[in-house]
């Protein structure tokens, strides 16, 4: 099938890439030419694990090719996506669709014959009804189908997460677009990936829904983590226990500083305003969101608590600074409002991440970026692991604090037993748990 993806960002690239290695021919559209160049260079955009070698593999197979031209990539195309960014809109919180209507606008412009127009933009409820309404009014005797699949790709994990999905979600009310939907997705059917059709609101809705239900969890057992705390008991060995009950499960269960991301927040957020625009109170989530900000800056203050109370005049030393690993992103960050904090202590703070120092060194300018942990550590009075990146596993603890000028590290992430860490003489830290 010819596939168009409008938007080279996060997902469109992913997707597109992903369509491509199923056998699809893809053409990816961004109306950056700086961005277009660089892929057909080979350069990626972001850092995701194995989409390099994804992409070069398909490029050079013919089957994924980049353009600015959108109605080039159009023409012919069985499925149109629509891919492109949704963020928070400044002053009130709502999803920007700007984006999102001027592709629908461009795409009706572009359109020669029947066509089946996928939403996999994160979108707010109804917006495919609008999404529907401009194109026709562009191009009112076209004949248009619009479809809402929206993407569960989790940053770091993507191509694992697209190529075995626990589901995927279509909402389509058009015979036609339900039997091309189903053609774009057959390679999958040997892994019998759960194809779930819906109305194209509920499927909008059920993307918003997951992700504040996952956001809701990452909160909770951070306040458990708090009550641990308060108690004399181990976050670790809660989440366990209640993990291990199946109607609960184990995932996003690990206590931390907070979740940031370019889901969660945003998505969030703009189910809390649809829900407004209905009239329909949403307690819990507006109290995850809440907690969840308040958390992140709680957790710089751990770390100057852990320090004496006063850090001014101090070096700290922060590992990791992406929302999670395996990834560039920054936005949202729990490090931006822990190393603020710091900063705003008195403290003069260094930091090294394997992927994410490009993005944080414009947000965060007072923060000297270093080579390595170990860098990092050198004349330190303490070091806080921010981010659970695979390089801070197995830190060699005895060289990482033999340098600093206090044995101190605060673990936002739990990575360390704090046996073994206080055996080798180095205050611990943790987060939920007995000491």
């Known amino acids: 099938m010819k596939i168009a993806m409008i938007g080279a960002g996060y997902v469109g690239l992913v997707s597109g890439a992903c369509f491509a290695d199923f056998g699809h021919d893809v053409v990816c559209v961004d109306v950056s030419q700086d961005k277009i160049d660089a892929l057909k260079a080979g ?232 829900a407004d625009d209905f009239a329909v109170p949403m307690r819990i989530v507006e109290a995850t969101a809440s907690v969840n900000d308040t958390r992140k800056r709680a957790m710089g203050r751990k770390i100057i608590s852990a320090m004496g109370g006063d850090v001014r005049g101090k070096t700290v030393g922060i590992l990791g600074l992406t929302f999670k690993p395996n990834t560039d992103d920054m936005r949202d960050a729990p490090a931006l409002s822990i190393v603020q904090a710091l900063l705003d202590g008195g403290a003069q703070v260094k930091a090294f991440d394997p992927e994410g120092m490009q993005l944080a060194q414009p947000l965060m300018p007072e923060v000297t970026m270093c080579k390595d942990a170990y860098a990092v550590a050198a004349g330190a009075d303490a070091v806080a692991i921010v981010t659970e990146w695979d390089a801070f596993r197995a830190l060699d603890l005895k060289r990482l604090t033999s340098g600093m000028a206090a044995p101190l590290l605060v673990d936002l992430r739990n990575i360390y037993d704090r046996s073994a860490v206080e055996a080798i003489g180095i205050d611990y830290y943790c987060v939920g748990r007995p000491g």
Do not use: W
């Open 43 to 274: 350069r990626m955009p972001i850092y995701e694990p194995g989409l390099a070698g994804l992409v070069k593999a398909n490029v050079e197979a013919r089957r994924l090719t980049f353009t600015t031209d959108l109605a080039l990539a159009a023409a012919g195309a069985d499925a149109i996506f629509i891919a492109v960014g949704t963020p928070s809109r400044r002053g009130d919180g709502h999803a920007d669709l700007s984006y999102v209507y001027q592709a629908a606008r461009d795409i009706a412009g572009a359109i020669t014959g029947p066509t089946v127009v996928v939403t996999k933009s994160t979108v707010p409820v109804g917006t495919g009804d609008e999404v529907e309404r401009l194109m026709r009014d562009v191009a009112p005797h076209a004949e248009i189908a619009v479809v809402s699949n929206p993407e569960f790709l989790r940053e770091g994990a993507a191509i694992g997460d697209f190529k075995r999905p626990d589901r995927i979600v279509i909402g389509c009310e058009d015979p036609r677009a339900e039997a091309v939907m189903r053609a774009v997705y057959r390679p999958l059917s040997l892994g019998q990936a759960p194809l779930m059709f819906t109305g194209r609101r509920t499927a909008e809705l059920i993307k918003y829904a997951a992700n504040a239900f996952l956001a809701t969890k990452i909160t909770f057992i951070n306040e458990i983590a708090d009550l641990c705390e308060a108690v004399g008991a181990d976050v670790k060995d809660v989440s366990r226990g209640i993990g291990l009950d199946n109607r609960i499960g184990s995932k996003f269960l690990h206590a931390g500083p907070g979740y940031g991301g370019s889901c969660f927040p945003k998505d969030t957020l703009a189910l809390l305003k649809t």
